[in-house]
């Protein structure tokens, strides 16, 4: 009889704890999903004829064209391209030059190979963002696009639109990547996964759009940091977690293992309202690991241990995501955290 009353009792706590778990999961309707289709602009330019049609086609997204013209590509200034007695002299000749260069082709046609279809991303980031209208009752207003970043950039927005480098994403193993200069650290391209590209699309969307930083302590950071991956798992239901932190299985499965150890960390060393960034960036910092955690540890772990404060404090309090995110008392946000 106690061993029936112990199992209906484990059922009942498994039922509560699914309900609390499931309050702030978004439906959505796939039959009314409004799909985002990409703006291919990387295969526009590469098919352009000459550097005039690609120069035209690029003036359409000025912001980025600035950014590509003299950050990336570096073959002239911002300066440049609203001069007009350089468009026809300097502008146009660089990007003849640029579009016909046999290395360029190679790269463009890896790309393509690579993605010659965005259909799935396109359906993926739509529903993403099909969730984020349901949860914070505003309208997505940005398209998404693909580009070219000359491996400067994996995502970023201008023009009103989430533009994707695509040649970020080729994989570690790809020739191209291989062939990457030592600038590019070991690390970077060990992550140039195509698998991280809607994570990326919705971390920089969601810094963007509802990122609200708490204070300058550790604690603050972490917890901010933390709502914003909690913000993303519910909109990206079905994607891997570690993608969510730009992490391989042995990463997440490393700070699952040493929460604990991280958090004593914290503790013994004072650094939980610390505000000197030279103490407390290491927690957010890009790299191969994290600073003084060992080399198996992922970079970034202030992230991680930030959204593991803010699922607790969901789990055990039942609010609803919006009552979370505007939450500013930090020691209420953390009251509720046990590491594992």
């Known amino acids: 009889m106690k061993t029936i009353k112990k199992i209906i009792l484990f059922s009942v706590l498994i039922s509560i704890f699914q309900c609390n778990n499931d309050k702030n999961k978004i439906d959505i309707d796939d039959t009314q999903l409004k799909k985002l289709k990409a703006i291919r602009l990387e295969q526009q330019i590469i098919n352009s004829s000459s550097g005039k049609i690609a120069h035209d086609t690029l003036s359409y997204y ?28 300097k502008v146009i000749p660089s990007l003849n030059s640029f579009i016909s260069d046999s290395t360029m082709k190679f790269i463009f046609k890896a790309i393509e190979q690579e993605f010659p279809s965005f259909d799935y991303y396109e359906t993926e980031i739509s529903k993403g963002f099909a969730r984020f209208q349901i949860l ?44 990457l200069p030592p600038s590019l650290p070991q690390y970077y391209k060990d992550k140039m996964d195509k698998k991280f590209i809607i994570s990326d699309v919705f971390f920089g969307y969601l ?60 503790i013994d060393n004072k650094l939980l309202f610390e505000k000197d960034l030279s103490k407390i960036s290491l ?25 593991q404060m ?31």
């Open 62 to 89: 000025p912001e980025l064209y600035q950014d590509f013209y003299s950050r990336m590509l570096r073959i002239g200034s911002t300066e440049d391209l609203l001069d007009s007695s350089k468009i026809n002299s």
């Open 136 to 179: 914070f009752k505003k309208e997505n207003k940005k398209n998404i696009g693909t580009f070219y970043s000359n491996f400067n950039a994996t995502v970023i927005e201008s023009d009103k639109t989430i533009w994707i480098g695509l040649d970020m994403y080729l994989g570690k193993d790809h020739p191209i990547t291989k062939q």
């Open 207 to 266: 810094m963007s759009s509802i990122y609200n930083p708490m204070g300058d302590e550790l604690l603050a950071k972490m917890l901010s940091y933390g709502k914003i991956a909690y913000v993303m798992n519910l909109i990206l239901p079905n994607e891997d977690e570690g993608n969510k932190f730009r992490y391989s299985k042995e990463e997440i499965n490393w700070c699952n293992n040493n929460e604990e150890y991280i958090w004593k960390y914290i």
């Open 283 to 307: 927690f957010f910092s890009d790299g191969p690991f994290t600073k003084n955690f060992g080399p198996n540890s992922p970079s970034g772990i202030g992230i991680w241990m930030g959204y």
């Open 310 to 340: 803010i699922l607790d404090y969901a789990k055990k309090t039942n609010k609803s995501t919006i009552e979370i995110i505007n939450e500013k008392d930090i020691q209420k946000l953390l009251s509720t955290y046990e590491p594992n």
